[in-house]
């Protein structure tokens, strides 16, 4: 698939190490988009040919609305307004709901919500003096989809 109206765009992406987050920033990059690819650990992307300069990767927690809005602030100084932000970043959880602990949730939840909240907000605020700009949140098929074992799934009975 080749994306157009992309071309000379900003575009801010989490979750960008893997799978669909991955994917993306390659898509745009190929479509001529400069792109922040942010994880928990900046990503290790190679780009299309000639795009290398447009590659931002950046370590970042989305759990730390601070950390969030310093680096849509920084990106947004460095490189110029952001014009596209898509929420990929989303963990999953393996135990069952009876061996889950408070900690085991609110990682699960401090990724999946409140790093879609606080990307969100930081995005929101730079984008809205503008009256421009576009937020994508990238959702998962986990909550209708039966999979074995992830939380919350009842513990099986004797």
Do not use: Y
């Not at 920033?25 to 928990?40: K, M």
């Not at 919500?113 to 730079?126: I, K």
């Amino acid at each position: 698939m080749q994306l157009t109206g992309f071309d000379g765009r900003v575009a801010f992406v989490t979750g960008a190490a893997g799978g669909i987050g991955r994917a993306l920033v390659r898509q745009l990059l190929a479509a001529g988009s400069t792109v922040v690819a942010c994880d928990l650990t900046a990503p290790d992307i190679d780009p299309p040919a000639g795009a290398s300069d447009r590659l931002w990767p950046c370590a970042l927690d989305v759990s730390d609305g601070a950390a969030v809005t310093q680096q849509v602030r920084q990106s947004e100084a460095e490189i110029g307004p952001i014009d596209l932000g898509v929420n990929v970043a989303g963990v999953l959880s393996g135990t069952l709901v009876t061996d889950t602990t408070d900690a085991e949730w609110r990682r699960v939840f401090s990724v999946n919500c409140d790093g879609v909240f606080h990307v969100g907000r930081a995005l929101a605020q730079a984008m809205q003096p503008r009256r421009r700009g576009a937020i994508v949140t990238v959702g998962s098929n986990v909550a209708g989809v039966p999979r074995q074992r992830p939380a919350p799934k009842i513990s099986p009975g004797p």
